[in-house]
C-alpha cells in the first residue's frame, strides 16, 4: 500500500516559516516527479511546488515564487517544503502528491495544516 504521510504543519505568525516533510512508502518515488499542492477553505486548490525526478527542475506560481523551496531526497523517499516569509494567505490544508503534475497526481497524502496569522 502506498502512502504519503505529511508532517511539519502548524500555526506561524506573518513573517515566520515552516518545513513541511512528506514521507512516502509503499513504493520508491526516486524515479517520479512529486509535488505540494494546497488549498484553503472556499477556494480551488492550487499547485504551489513541483519537482522533477531527479530535483533538477522545479516549478513555482508566482504566489509562492521566491519564499518557498521544494526539495526531494531520493535516498530516504522523502519530499520537503521549506515555506519563508509566511503570509495569512498561505493558510491552507497542504497536501504532498507524487506520480503526476499540477492538479494530476496518481498519489496523495492526507494534508497538514498550515496557518499563518497576520
Known amino acids: 500500500q502506498v502512502q504519503l504521510v505529511e508532517s511539519g504543519g502548524g500555526l506561524v505568525q506573518a513573517g515566520g516559516s515552516l518545513r513541511l516533510s512528506c514521507a512516502a512508502s509503499?513504493?520508491?518515488?526516486?524515479?517520479?516527479?512529486m509535488g505540494w499542492i494546497r488549498q484553503a477553505p472556499g477556494k480551488e486548490r492550487e499547485f504551489v511546488a513541483g519537482i522533477n525526478w531527479s530535483g533538477t527542475s522545479t516549478y513555482y506560481p508566482d504566489s509562492v515564487k521566491g519564499r518557498f523551496t521544494i526539495s526531494k531526497d531520493n535516498n530516504k523517499n522523502a519530499m520537503y517544503l521549506e515555506m519563508n516569509n509566511l503570509k495569512p494567505e498561505d493558510t491552507a490544508v497542504y497536501y504532498c502528491a507524487g506520480d503526476g503534475w499540477g492538479e494530476a497526481w496518481n498519489y496523495w497524502g492526507q494534508g497538514t495544516q498550515v496557518t499563518v496569522s497576520s
Open positions: 509503499g513504493r520508491t518515488f526516486s524515479n517520479k516527479a
